[in-house]
């Protein structure tokens, strides 16, 4: 019997004595497959891997981050390294720039410098943890300081990366300069998210800011508080429809002597085809990718867009087809003279096989109603709200209604109704 348990603990040593190794190989693919991942699901950033040695119980790697200006396709490149500790069930990865997180002689951070971690396992769940230290940088050309209090990010992926949870807190930033200081307190995030399918992603997010203020040098400061986001999407029929809302709301905004809210703003998005969604998603990602890409010759970047757009031509009838609300179920925003309060509904019904085989235009069968309303004395009171309102007012889409401007318009058959005049509405081609 003691010889048995003696070969058992011997097997045991020699298995996790090798651990190390086949955690080491693992890493390595799942940094590779990460990095792929990473540069094509967005056209922002691109993450390459110049050098990646791995060894026994550790391993370095180093590479650039390519930035890219979504505007002038502008890029601009940093060097990175990490040192990767192996262990039995899993690899921790350090990460910094190759140059290090301030320029030598710098004094940007408080007692320590930045962490940012990953923390891999062999089941494919990894953790990462950014941890920045108390921050103050000055520009020496403008007198411009920007301070930071200690912050943190964790994102936490599952499932292979099929469930990703993120988490933020940063207390507070501000900006001072010559002209005028901002402040930004209060920075929270909670989000999950699960993949669907392609780049259909469910879940929930729960973004909120405390306080966003602006003092002018010479100036009132002006604060928006209570900022919160709330957006969720859940998958129904089985995964072949998705519903989403997206629900943004301010406690109140103003200065210190008159400050109104609240205000909201909620958007909705029900029935959509979650197959065609995706492949109108992936048509727009594609899109972006051809524009942003210096490297593409204009006449092959100019085919892609091409593509791209047959692709989302198709995506919009499919969907379309498929049938699908949009809506703004609430609109309210607080003013000294009142409350400015309104609602937007689109629809498009499902079309039979047939039906869909004879669609001319894509969206010939979109109905909707919109309903907004406004205090007359805002017109009255404020200049530049009168200049906006009045052509609107002369060609009869805003009228009153006692003290109130109106809108009321509903869309049928490509004619869109606005009180009582009917404008006759292009085909979304």
Avoid: C
Avoid at 26 to 37: C, N, S, Y
Avoid at 68 to 90: D, K, M
Avoid at 191 to 202: E, K, N, R, S, Y
């Amino acid at each position: 019997m003691q010889k048995k348990w003696m070969i058992a603990g011997a097997v045991a040593l020699v298995a996790g004595g090798g651990m190390p190794w086949i955690v080491g190989q693992v890493t390595e693919k799942q940094w590779q497959l990460a990095t792929q991942e990473v540069n094509r699901s967005q056209p922002l950033f691109q993450l390459n891997t110049e050098d990646y040695r791995r060894g026994y119980l550790n391993s370095q790697v180093h590479g650039e981050i390519t930035l890219l200006n979504p505007e002038t396709g502008e890029s601009r490149s940093f060097g990175y390294r990490g040192n990767i500790t192996h262990g039995v069930t899993g690899s921790l990865l350090d990460l910094a720039p190759a140059d290090g997180w301030q320029p030598e002689g710098a004094d940007w951070f408080s007692g320590s410098q930045p962490s940012l971690t990953v923390e891999t396992r062999l089941w494919g769940s990894a953790v990462m943890n950014l941890d920045v230290p108390d921050t103050r940088l000055t520009d020496p050309n403008t007198g411009e300081v920007l301070q930071s209090s200690a912050g943190r990010l964790e994102l936490g992926v599952t499932d292979a990366g099929a469930s990703v949870d993120a988490s933020m807190d940063w207390p507070s930033v501000r900006l001072t300069g010559p002209q005028a200081e901002i402040e930004v307190s209060g920075v929270r995030l909670e989000q999950t998210m699960a993949h669907l399918i392609g780049d259909v992603w469910t879940g929930d997010a729960d973004f909120s800011v405390d306080t966003v203020s602006v003092t002018p040098r010479d100036d009132e400061t002006v604060k928006v508080q209570g900022i919160a986001v709330l957006a969720s999407t859940t998958a129904t029929d089985d995964g072949e429809r998705i519903d989403s809302t997206l629900d943004l709301s301010v406690r109140k905004a103003g200065t210190e002597s008159a400050s109104y809210g609240p205000h909201q703003f909620v958007v909705s998005l029900e029935n959509f085809e979650t197959a065609s969604w995706n492949a109108f998603s992936e048509a727009l990602s594609s899109m972006q990718t051809a524009s942003l890409d210096p490297a593409t010759p204009p006449q092959a970047r100019i085919e892609q867009q091409m593509m791209a757009m047959q692709v989302l031509n198709k995506a919009l009838r499919d969907l379309s087809a498929a049938g699908f609300s949009l809506s703004v179920p609430t609109l309210t925003m607080a003013t000294p003279e009142g409350d400015i309060r309104g609602h937007l509904t689109i629809r498009h019904p499902e079309l039979s096989a047939q039906e869909k085989a004879a669609m001319l235009m894509v969206m010939h069968r979109l109905t909707g109603e919109l309903d907004v309303s406004m205090p007359l004395a805002l017109a009255e009171e404020y200049p530049e709200i009168r200049m906006q309102v009045a052509p609107m007012i002369k060609q009869g889409w805003l009228v009153q209604d006692g003290d109130r401007l109106v809108v009321n318009a509903t869309m049928k058959d490509l004619m869109v109704n606005v009180n009582g005049q009917e404008i006759p509405l292009p085909p979304l081609l």
